[in-house]
C-alpha cells in the first residue's frame, strides 16, 4: 500500500466519524425537544358561535380519564395573540390538567385566520366573548359548568372583573393585571425610562410627547390629527392602534373588581414589571377584595410582566433556547407549580378550603 494513501484514509475516516457524531447530536437534540414540547394533556381544536361569527379555539383536557372536568378560560393580553400564545400557554394548560382542569383559549380575532379585528374591540367586547366561551363550555358534558374560572394576564385586567359581572365564575387566576389605563401608561413609560438610564432632559420631553397623545385622547382626536400634534412622524402609531386605544383608554377596573368578591382570586405579580405598577395593582385589589377573605396575593421577585425568568428574558438567545429545549423553565421559579397548587385547592364546588 502507497504511503500517500494512508493519511487521505485516516482524513476521511475522521470526517466520516465527525458526520456521524454531529448526525447523533442532531438526532439527540431532535429527541429532547420532541419530548420537552410533549405535553400530559389532549388537545383539541374547537369553535364557538359568538356574535355572528366564530371563535376559533383549542381545548386542552387532562389524560387522567376522570370527567367532567373543571376549566381554566384564557384571556389574552395585549397585542395579535393565538389560542396557545405561540406554545407559550401550553406548560400552563399541562399544570391545570394535573390539577384537573381542561384549558380553553381562542385566537382573537383577525388573529391566525380567525375572522374580524381585534383592534376594533373593548374591553366589553372582550368580556362578551368570552362570556359566550363559557356559556360553550357549559353545554359540553366533559366539563363541569360548576368549576368554570377565568385566567387573564396583563390587559385582561380590564377583562377579567366584567366576564364575573355577566356569568358566574368560580375563580380567577390574575397575571399582572393593571387597574387603570393611564397610570399604567404612565408608569410604563417612567420604569423603561430609567431601565434605560434616560438623562433628566430626555425624561422630560418623552413626558411632555406623552403629555400631548393624553390630551389628544381627551379631545378625541383622529389618527390624523395625532399625527400632525407629532410633527408628521407617527412614531409606530396605526389608525388601528390609535383606533383601539382611543376606545379603551379610560379603562379602570377599580370599580369592576367588585364583581370578583367572594370569588377564590389568585393575583400574581413580578418583582421585575416595568409594564405594570405592581403596589398599585396590590393596593387596589386588597381594598376591593380582602373583605370576602378570597384573595390570594403571590409574588415572583425574579419575574418579569410576563412572569418569565429575567435572567431568561433580558437575553434573546437564552429565550431561544429556552424555548426550544425546556419550556417550563422559561416561567420564574415556582410559578407553573403556584397556579397548579391553587386549582388543587379549590373543592368541587370551586370554592376555595380553608
Given at each position: 500500500?502507497?504511503p500517500k ?5 485516516r ?5 466520516a466519524?465527525s ?6 447530536v442532531a438526532?439527540?437534540l ?5 419530548w ?6 389532549d ?9 355572528g ?16 372536568h373543571?376549566l381554566v ?24 390538567a394535573?390539577?384537573?382542569?381542561a384549558?380553553?383559549s ?17 374591553m ?11 356559556a ?20 385582561a385586567?380590564?377583562?377579567l ?8 365564575v ?7 393585571p ?6 399604567q ?13 434616560a438623562?433628566?432632559?430626555r ?7 406623552s403629555d400631548t ?38 379603562a379602570?377596573?377599580?370599580?369592576d373588581?367588585?364583581?370578583l ?6 393575583l400574581?405579580?413580578a ?12 393596593r ?7 373583605a ?18 429575567q435572567?431568561?428574558e433580558?437575553?434573546?438567545?437564552k429565550?431561544?433556547?429556552t424555548a ?13 407549580g403556584?397556579q ?5 385547592g379549590?373543592?368541587r ?6
Amino acid at each position: 500500500m502507497s504511503p500517500k494513501i494512508r493519511p487521505r484514509r485516516r482524513r476521511f475516516r475522521i470526517a466520516a466519524w465527525s458526520l456521524v457524531t454531529v448526525l447523533v447530536v442532531a438526532t439527540g437534540l431532535a429527541g429532547v425537544v420532541v419530548w420537552q414540547h410533549s405535553y400530559e394533556m389532549d388537545e383539541q381544536r374547537v369553535s364557538i358561535r359568538h356574535g355572528g361569527h366564530i371563535l376559533r379555539g383549542v381545548l386542552a383536557t387532562p389524560k387522567d380519564g376522570r370527567e367532567p372536568h373543571g376549566l381554566v378560560v384564557y384571556i389574552h393580553g395585549d397585542g395579535p395573540i393565538d389560542a396557545t400564545h405561540d406554545d407559550g400557554y401550553k406548560p400552563m394548560w399541562e399544570a391545570n390538567a394535573k390539577a384537573g382542569y381542561a384549558s380553553l383559549s381562542w385566537d382573537k380575532p383577525g388573529v391566525a385566520g380567525a375572522p374580524g379585528n381585534w383592534l376594533e374591540q373593548s374591553m366589553d367586547d372582550r368580556a362578551d366573548e368570552a362570556a359566550a366561551a363559557i356559556a360553550w363550555a357549559r353545554t359540553r358534558p366533559d366539563i363541569d359548568g360548576g368549576r368554570i374560572g377565568l385566567w387573564g394576564a396583563s390587559q385582561a385586567g380590564w377583562v377579567l372583573p366584567k366576564v364575573a359581572a355577566r356569568t358566574p365564575v368560580s375563580f380567577v387566576i390574575a397575571v399582572s393585571p393593571a387597574i387603570n389605563w393611564l397610570r399604567q401608561g404612565r408608569y410604563n413609560l417612567l420604569a423603561e425610562l430609567r431601565a434605560d438610564g434616560a438623562s433628566a432632559s430626555r425624561t422630560r420631553a418623552e413626558i411632555a410627547r406623552s403629555d400631548t397623545t393624553r390630551r389628544l385622547l381627551e379631545r378625541r382626536a383622529t389618527f390624523e390629527e395625532y399625527v400632525r400634534a407629532k410633527g408628521g412622524d407617527a412614531d409606530g402609531m396605526t389608525a388601528g392602534r390609535w383606533g383601539f386605544i382611543s376606545k379603551n383608554h379610560t379603562a379602570d377596573a377599580t370599580r369592576d373588581l367588585r364583581a370578583l368578591r367572594h370569588v377564590p382570586v389568585l393575583l400574581t405579580l413580578a418583582g421585575h414589571d416595568l409594564n405594570v405598577d405592581t403596589a398599585d395593582t396590590e393596593r387596589v385589589y386588597r381594598k376591593v377584595l380582602d373583605a370576602g377573605g378570597a384573595l390570594t396575593v403571590t409574588r415572583y421577585p425574579d419575574a418579569t410582566h410576563s412572569l418569565l425568568k429575567q435572567s431568561v428574558e433580558q437575553s434573546d438567545l437564552k429565550i431561544t433556547l429556552t424555548a426550544l429545549l425546556a419550556p417550563r423553565s422559561l416561567f420564574a421559579d415556582g410559578f407553573l407549580g403556584g397556579q397548579r397548587q391553587f386549582l388543587n385547592g379549590l373543592g368541587r364546588g370551586g370554592n376555595a378550603t380553608p
